[in-house]
Nanobody
Framework: QVQLVESGGGLVQPGGSLRVSCVAS????????MGWFRQGPGKELEFVST????????LYADSVKGRFTISRDNVKNTVYLQMNSLKPEDTAVYYC?????????????????WGQGAQVTVSS
């Protein structure tokens, strides 16, 4: 079993950048593909990005492609989401999640472990 804790959320102006991190404990992250999801105010949970165990394969939602970058450091047991050119519609609670499945999982129910979330607010 793995425990996930996000950090790095906050308030940023439109066009700005922010990086959220997800630190794992209890078990090495090498055992999991990792994903980021988000839930905006009044919206359903949506897929943002996923990264394979080695970091060699990544996948993004169309809404963030070209602006967000997912990465991982298996030595530090940490996954990152670098967010650039932020828009007000990126405002959401961002969750990291871990899955034992392989192959670019985008469906929330296939992720077994979840963090508590980090609030990201994009506003002037």
């Amino acid at each position: 079993q793995v425990q996930l804790v996000e950090s790095g959320g906050g308030l940023v102006q439109p066009g700005g950048s922010l990086r959220v991190s997800c630190v794992a404990s209890g078990r090495t992250l090498r055992s999991y593909d990792m994903g980021w999801f988000r839930q905006g105010p009044g919206k359903e949970l949506e897929f943002v990005s996923t990264i394979s165990r080695s970091g060699a394969s990544v996948l993004y939602a169309d809404s963030v492609k070209g602006r967000f970058t997912i990465s991982r450091d298996n030595v530090k047991n940490t996954v990152y989401l670098q967010m650039n050119s932020l828009k007000p519609e990126d405002t959401a609670v961002y969750y990291c999640a871990a899955t034992t499945y392989y192959g670019g999982v985008t469906i929330e129910r296939e992720y077994e472990y979840w963090g508590q979330g980090a609030q990201v607010t994009v506003s002037s």
